[in-house]
């Protein structure tokens, strides 16, 4: 445990609750959390599976009812094949770890986007090795770049997309060149496709759907930002039968089963939740327009277009660091946002802001934002 790292996003989130503890308004773009409460919908199943008393062990796997579930959505809409061996419920940052570790030989390595989520932890908790592969200018996959960084002891790529911070949304062909390069070596792809849902100029498209039974491919789900149901901690993921018994056997000793009232919950929220989700992204729509035409003018800022998730990424031409410039901004302005490097080393000059809050704070943040960038060294 000595090699790992602190998670960056809870050391500012902390930093914020500090603040607001003391009694200071803070105007946070740092946290990704939808600010929808979950529908009442899908509150009301999990309420009656407690009270009818859904409220006892189940199988590590999952109940059937959420497995066929995941099942039935996972073919309808991502293009996925498979059988009930073939997916497990659990918490998506948690199948991160579980994945890396059923994938996994040691020594080993895994390539991890740069700029990207906070992967490398897992990593290392798994007894591997993080190895950053850039994503070209505009934040797209760059093959030729994974291929270059692959060694023998390459196991597991992990993908994002849509991408935290980026927002940047994988195409169809640059994922089935990823998948080919694979297939040659023998390497797992860990494709974390908690944002699936929320895309704007181009669909999601699941690289699994390229297998004609889950094999190389353990695709990540989440129900947090689709549903808005991030404290609920419900996910799932699809992989090989080998993959999910594996993944099974680490539940079994250490999580035994997820609450079952909590799972109902999700597979009605998979089986209904459709007019949830399209609510739900045509207010991020309107939040990310708001978020560009605010920025699109700024002074020393240099937006890429989000095409999916609810961040940017825009790079700011400042001469210090992504992580001064933030801690300024919060103690000076009140504006949480979090520092580009934190999402890899490619990411300094840069800050990630997320429109998942509220129109309110995401107004009064931006201008905070553009107004103190203004003269900022």
């Known amino acids: 445990m000595d090699r790992v790292e602190a998670s960056p996003s809870l050391e500012l989130v902390n930093l914020v609750l500090n603040m607001q503890a003391r009694g200071e308004k803070v105007y946070s773009l740092a946290i990704g959390e939808p600010s ?95 190895v950053y592969y850039r994503l070209n200018e505009d934040f797209s996959l760059n093959v030729d770049e994974i291929r270059r960084k692959m060694s023998d002891r390459t196991r597991v790529i992990i993908i994002n997309s849509p991408s935290n911070p980026t927002g940047k949304v ?63 901690r419900a996910g799932y993921l699809v992989g090989s039968k080998r993959i999910v018994y594996l993944v099974n056997k680490l539940l079994e000793n250490t999580m035994t089963c997820f609450p079952p009232f909590i799972q109902h919950a999700a597979a009605y929220a998979l089986n209904h939740g459709d007019k949830f989700i399209e609510e739900f992204r045509r207010e991020f729509a309107e939040r990310r327009r708001i978020v560009y035409e605010c920025l699109k003018d700024a002074d020393r800022v240099h937006l890429n277009e989000a095409e999916g998730a609810f961040y940017v990424f825009p790079r700011l031409s400042i001469q210090k660091s992504s992580t001064q410039f933030a801690r300024d901004l919060l103690q000076k302005h009140n504006v949480a946002l979090l520092p580009g490097v934190s999402f890899g080393p490619s990411g300094e000059g840069h800050v990630r802001i997320s429109y998942a809050g509220s129109v309110e704070v995401l107004e009064e943040a931006l201008n905070r934002f553009k107004t103190f960038l203004r003269d900022y060294p």
Not at 119 to 129: F, I, M, Q, W
Not at 182 to 203: F, M, N, Q, T
Not at 217 to 226: E, P
Request: glycine residues 6%.
């Open 170 to 232: 994988y195409s169809k062909s640059e994922l089935a060149e990823l998948y080919e390069l694979c297939r040659e070596r023998g390497v797992y792809i860990i494709s974390d496709e908690a944002y699936e849902d929320i895309v704007y100029s181009r669909p999601n498209f699941s690289v699994g759907s390229l297998e004609d039974e889950p094999d190389l491919v353990v695709t990540l789900f989440s129900l947090s930002k689709s549903y808005s149901m991030t404290g609920w």
């Open 36 to 130: 929808f409460d979950t529908p009442r919908e899908i509150v009301d199943a999990a309420y009656k599976a407690m009270v009818s008393g859904d409220v006892h062990y189940t199988s590590s796997y999952g109940t059937m009812e959420f497995r066929d579930a995941a099942l039935r959505k996972v073919k309808a809409k991502n293009g996925i094949k498979g059988g009930v061996d073939n997916v497990v419920f659990i918490t998506t940052k948690l199948a991160v770890y579980a994945a890396l570790m059923a994938a996994s030989q040691e020594p080993y390595e895994a390539l991890i986007p740069d700029p990207g989520y906070f992967y490398s932890e897992p990593v290392v908790l798994s007894n591997g090795t993080p």
